[in-house]
Structure formats: structure tokens, C-alpha cells
């Protein structure tokens, strides 16, 4: 057996370097990072070929003198713990690995000024250059206040790892979103990116977090979404949360941070799935960045070298504080839809006026559609004849004429507006103060069934169910019937009633009543593909809030039936009373407004 021996310290250096830098992008995280830390008001990133040729980090920050930038290149050390309290950091970083490790397999060259007359020195720059592990020139330097951290060939003498590395372009992609993530987390720091000469992001020091979240996340969140700001104790929830209308079909777009550091949890992703459950497709993904401040003793940053995932001390309490805050912020926007009317949808309102018959020198036979035998003088007098009349009807004074009286224009009082019709037994048309409305009838009362029987269920703890004439009996599996009888305590206070009724079959004994109409049989049976699909991955008030929104949706009306003006104009109302009518169960607005402005627009008024 061989005998056990002390790793060289280069090895070491590279064995960490594993775990830390395993691309361009982590090396790029752990210096902006350090700039952070350091107390930068402003931090230039510069980057070639997606990192792989180059990484440059510039700040002005407090900096460092020479012995502490010999110091910072060595293992374990590190200005961001001031005691061996571990479990109270507060800082980015503190395990003091990444520059000895990205030193180890890259050619590293750091610059740094202290602030003149600061307590760390006199102010001299000083640069130290470090090649794949070696020492290659320690001397003075010229630069501001400050630290410039300069990588170079990146896994250049490691080709086993270089090789598995990717393109520039995903490696760049990747770089993008630690900036984008670290410059969300700080909108006091100004930020500047540049890739290969070309300047790709620049934000300024001291925004709000509103103008930076539009700037890095998208422009359009601005005017959908929310602000979030919820506390619990010493918890506390704040951020810009998207409409469950404006999503995105991945979930890159979702920035979650804690205490100030950018995160990936499970966890946490999934109490945003929860709290988006029954107003999101489930392929459609929500937008929005959240910030949450705990306790440092009550969370736990230690438990991956990256950092980017965390531990909690009371994991139900976040995922509660994270599901409600949420859910109240939405609420607060709930009757809100998208809010601009998408572009094609735009563009294919436009109309263009028919093409003029080209024409034809004097003298010659026309042959255009205007001079077809069809289009005789005949035709030409009746119709003339015919709009006179109309004419005459329409210019004649009021008491000469036998119309109905007309619909009063909508006041503000009624956001939705008053039927005006309905378009393809699906659509219904209204017109509000400031502009026309456009309401999807099955989307709607979907969301307005499902809204009603969750008040039901939490007024009393017992909604009212309409009892079946008969019993159904729905032949079910054994394993599903099972799913079924553990719920059917659940199921029973929001009115949907089920007994066991053999091995293989459960009996519906009543309805809810807002489902009265319903087929038992299909909603026992997406009640149980839901309960096999979610088992208890959920907490059980989200797991039972999908499967309402389920038993709402064999409860609303259907496209394709017909609706008088007073049942459009009660639906227009109700949505008016009930929270998040936006969006429906799934996710999809239930309506859209064109503004005055949009329809002065399409007329080339505006």
C-alpha cells in the first residue's frame, strides 16, 4: 500500500480550481464579486472571446498594497471574514480560493492602488503577474485608485479541461448572465460590459430597482408587472414580479437573490412555480427578479463552492413568504392584462387600399373591372338612388326617425366597459371610457368559477354542493382511487363529494354547485391525474389551488355559445369584482384594450 504524502501546492491549486472555476463565466462571477466587496461605485468588465481569451475586471474600490495583493493569492486568505464566525457572513465572498485557483490555470495579472491618504498605505500601485501557478514579474505599477484584475488563457496549459469547455459564443452567452444577475443585485453600482471591442451592457450607479430591472431584464416589465414587498418577522420579500399574461417560455428570466447574492435554488424556484401555479401554462415561465433578506444565521451559503445554491434554516417559512408575496402582489394587479396589444396582432388590423386601375392613354377601350359589362348605368343609378335615401335617413332630424335609443358611453366607473356584441360566439366586444375591449368569454368565466370556489372553500371551510339525482359511479385504478379516498376530506370542502365504491371505482355523490352542470366522470378524473401528477412535491393549499383551477374549467362557459348583452355585461362586471381576471387559469389574458390611441392608429389618424 503506498504511503500517504502532502499534495504539491500547485496541485492543490488546481484540484480547487475544479470546483470554483469551471468556465469562464465562474472565474468572471468570483472577481466582480471581489470588486463588489471591495466598495466599488463602478465596475468595467472587459472580455475576449467569450472569456476564453480573456477576462478583465476594473474597479474603484478601495484596492490593495503590494504585500496584501501577495497575500490574496494565496489559499484560505481573505479580508471578508473579520472573525472565524463563518455562519454571519455577510460578504460575496469568503473562502479566499478563487484568485490562488484561477492564478493555477491562467495567466493572471493583478493591479491595485489604496486610496490616497486611506488607512491602508500611501496610495503606491503596485502589479503582480502569476503564470498557470508561477511567479513572473512583481513590480510597480501606474493606475488610479483601485483594482484591475487581468485574466488571460484560461485553461491554456490544462487541455484536458480546455477541451471541454464550449463555444465562445455559449461561453460569452454564459458570461452575460452573471453580469446581468450581480448588476440586478446592486443598482447602487454602475456596470460596463464589453465583449470582443463591442460595448454589450452599461447601467449607471444609484437606480431604483425598477429602472434596473427594466434595463437588464426587458423594457416591456415595466408596464407588467408589480412591485413585491412583503415582511414576516426578520424575513423579508421584496422585488418586480411579471403578470402572469407576460411570461416566457424558459425560465432565464426569473432573478432570484439572497441577501443580496444571486442565487439558482431549487427551493426557491419552486415556490415561484407554486405561487404562478393556477395563473401560468405549465410551459410558460414567469419573469421577475426577487430579493430576499434573512437573518445571516438563518441561512446557510457555505453548502456549494460557487455559492450559487444556499441552505435554510426553515425552509417552509421562505416558500410561505415567497408563495404569498406573490400571490398578494399579483392581486394588487390582478384585473391588469397585457398590456400592449402584441405587434402582429397590430399589423394585421392595418388595411391598404385597393390598387388603382393603371391608366390608359385617351381614345383607347378600358378594359378594367370599372368598365366590366357587369357595372352598367343601370346599377350605378339604383345604387345612387339607394344611398340618397340612406342619406336622407341618416341627416333627418331626430323626430322624423324611429331608432332605439343608443347605449350611454361607459363611464369610469366600469374599467371594463358595456357590451357592445359578441364576435364568433367567442368574443365579447366592449367598449369602455378609453378605448375598445375585447373579452374572451370561456377565459374569463374560467377564472371567475375557479375564483368562486376557492372563496367558497375558505369562507366556512365548506363550499355548497348540488346533490346528483343519481350517483356516478367512475371506474377508476385501484392506485388512482386510492389518490382519491385520501383527498376526498379535501375535495369534500370545496363540494366535490366521492365515496370509495370498490376496488376499482369511486361514487360521485355531489357536485360543487358553481360545477352543477359538470360531467362527474371527466372531472373525477383530471381531479386524479392531478393528484398522481403532483403526489406531494406541493404543499397541499397549492397542490388543491390546481386542482380547482381543474374543476373550474369544467365549469365555464365554452367558446361557441351564444350570450344576450345582459349576460356579456354581467361577466364584464364580475371580472370588474374578482381577483386576477386578468389572466386565466392557465396563464392566457382573458383581455386585451386597444386604446384610442391604437385605433387612431389604424386609421392614420395618429
Known amino acids: 500500500m503506498r504511503t500517504i504524502r502532502r499534495l504539491p501546492e500547485g496541485l492543490v491549486n488546481r484540484i480547487a480550481a475544479g470546483e470554483v472555476v469551471e468556465r469562464p463565466a465562474s472565474a468572471l462571477k468570483e472577481l466582480v464579486e471581489n470588486a463588489i466587496d471591495a466598495g466599488a461605485s463602478h465596475i468595467a468588465v472587459r472580455l475576449g472571446e467569450g472569456g476564453l481569451a480573456l477576462i478583465e475586471v476594473t474597479d474603484d474600490g478601495c484596492g490593495m498594497r503590494a504585500d496584501e495583493i501577495a497575500l490574496a493569492l494565496e489559499r484560505h486568505a481573505t479580508s471578508k471574514l473579520p472573525d472565524e464566525a463563518i455562519e454571519l457572513v455577510e460578504t460575496l465572498g469568503f473562502r479566499g480560493e478563487a484568485l490562488p485557483s484561477i492564478a493555477s490555470v491562467a495567466r493572471v495579472t493583478i493591479e491595485s492602488r489604496p486610496r490616497t491618504g486611506s488607512e491602508r498605505g500611501v496610495g503606491e500601485a503596485w502589479a503582480r503577474v502569476v503564470d498557470h501557478g508561477a511567479l513572473i514579474a512583481d513590480g510597480p505599477a501606474a493606475m488610479p485608485p483601485g483594482t484591475r484584475v487581468r485574466v488571460e488563457d484560461l485553461f491554456g496549459k490544462v487541455p484536458a479541461r480546455r477541451k471541454f469547455l464550449r463555444s465562445a459564443r455559449s461561453e460569452w452567452a454564459a458570461c452575460l448572465d452573471v453580469v446581468r444577475r450581480l448588476a440586478l443585485a446592486r443598482p447602487d453600482i454602475g456596470f460596463t460590459l464589453e465583449h470582443d471591442g463591442r460595448r454589450a451592457l452599461q447601467v449607471l450607479p444609484g437606480e431604483s430597482l425598477e429602472h434596473r430591472v427594466a434595463q437588464i431584464v426587458a423594457r416591456e416589465i415595466a408596464g407588467n408587472a408589480v412591485a413585491v414587498d412583503l415582511a414576516r418577522g426578520a424575513y423579508e420579500l421584496t422585488g418586480i414580479a411579471g403578470l402572469p399574461t407576460y411570461n416566457r417560455g424558459v425560465a432565464d428570466h426569473q432573478y432570484l437573490f439572497v441577501n443580496g447574492r444571486p442565487v439558482k435554488d431549487r427551493l426557491l ?5 407554486g405561487a404562478y401555479a393556477d395563473m401560468l401554462a405549465r410551459d410558460r415561465h414567469a419573469v421577475l427578479a426577487l430579493f430576499l433578506q434573512v437573518p445571516p444565521e438563518e441561512v446557510d451559503v457555505n453548502v456549494h463552492p460557487a455559492k450559487t445554491e444556499v441552505r435554510f434554516r426553515d425552509p417552509a417559512l421562505v416558500r410561505g413568504l415567497i408563495v404569498t408575496g406573490l400571490r398578494q402582489a399579483l392581486s394588487a394587479g390582478d384585473r391588469r392584462s397585457a398590456q400592449t396589444p402584441d405587434a402582429g396582432a397590430m399589423r394585421a388590423w392595418q388595411t391598404e387600399a385597393p390598387a388603382a386601375p393603371s391608366a390608359a392613354p385617351f381614345g383607347e377601350r378600358q378594359t378594367s373591372a370599372f368598365a366590366a359589362p357587369s357595372w352598367n348605368e343601370a346599377r350605378v343609378s339604383e345604387a345612387g338612388t339607394a344611398w340618397r335615401g340612406y342619406e336622407a335617413m341618416v341627416l333627418a332630424p331626430p323626430a322624423a326617425r324611429a331608432e332605439a335609443a343608443a347605449a350611454p358611453v361607459p363611464s369610469s366607473e366600469f374599467p371594463l366597459g358595456v357590451a357592445r356584441g359578441q364576435v364568433a360566439l367567442t368574443y365579447i366586444v366592449a367598449e369602455a371610457a378609453d378605448g375598445l375591449v375585447i373579452v374572451d368569454q370561456h377565459a374569463a368565466h374560467e377564472r371567475l368559477v375557479l375564483e368562486a370556489l376557492r372563496a367558497a372553500g375558505a369562507a366556512d371551510g365548506q363550499a355548497r354542493s348540488q346533490a346528483l339525482l343519481l350517483p356516478e359511479v367512475v371506474e377508476l385504478d385501484e392506485v388512482a382511487c386510492d389518490r382519491l379516498e385520501g383527498a376526498a376530506a379535501t375535495l369534500a370542502a370545496y363540494g366535490l363529494l366521492i365515496e370509495r365504491f370498490g376496488p376499482a371505482a369511486v361514487l360521485v355523490r355531489a357536485m360543487p354547485a358553481a360545477l352543477a352542470k359538470g360531467d362527474p366522470a371527466a372531472l373525477v378524473q383530471d381531479v386524479a391525474d392531478d393528484l398522481a401528477k403532483h403526489g406531494d412535491a406541493l404543499l397541499l393549499g397549492e397542490k388543491f389551488d390546481l386542482l380547482l383551477a381543474t374543476m373550474a374549467c369544467h365549469g365555464s362557459v365554452r ?34 384594450k386597444l386604446a384610442h390611441g391604437d385605433i387612431e392608429k389604424l386609421f392614420g389618424r395618429k
Not at 424556484?269 to 412555480?273: E, H, P
Not at 351564444?562 to 383581455?591: D, I, Y
Open 269 to 273: 424556484i419552486g415556490a415561484v412555480r
Open 559 to 592: 367558446a361557441g355559445r351564444a350570450l344576450s348583452v345582459a349576460e356579456m355585461n354581467a361577466l364584464l362586471r364580475e371580472m370588474e369584482a374578482t381577483p386576477r381576471s386578468g389572466q386565466c387559469n392557465h396563464g392566457r389574458p382573458t383581455w386585451i
